[in-house]
């Protein structure tokens, strides 16, 4: 029994390390954006869920933004003007 145990919790470590890799961004221009739904969609037509519709408090229609996102389920957003500079700074 306690090998079995072992072994679900490694697949279970292991699956969400793959789930982590999976994650892929994207950025866009938003079109509308519903913080109580928690649904984002950019000008391109691309519609994000998030489970924590918070995460979208203060941005607007026509702003610049980046999504961290597995399929249609967002995960983060950000600003990606920000996000190039501080990769910039080596």
Same mark, same amino acid.
């Given at each position: ?16 390390? /793959? ?11 938003? =079109?509308?954006?519903? %913080?109580?739904? @928690? *649904? ?10 998030? /489970? ?11 702003? =610049?933004?980046?999504? %961290?996102?597995? @399929? *249609? ?18």
């Amino acid at each position: 029994m306690r090998n079995l145990i072992l072994a679900a919790a490694s697949v279970a470590f292991l699956a969400s390390g /793959a789930a982590a890799i999976a994650a892929e961004q994207t950025e866009g221009t938003v =079109s509308s954006v519903n %913080a109580s739904t @928690g *649904t984002l969609t950019l000008q391109d037509g691309q519609t994000f869920n998030f /489970a924590n519709g918070k995460q979208l408090l203060g941005i607007l229609p026509g702003q =610049s933004v980046g999504v %961290a996102h597995q @399929g *249609t389920e967002g995960l983060g957003a950000f600003n990606p003007s920000r996000a190039r500079a501080d990769n910039s700074n080596g």
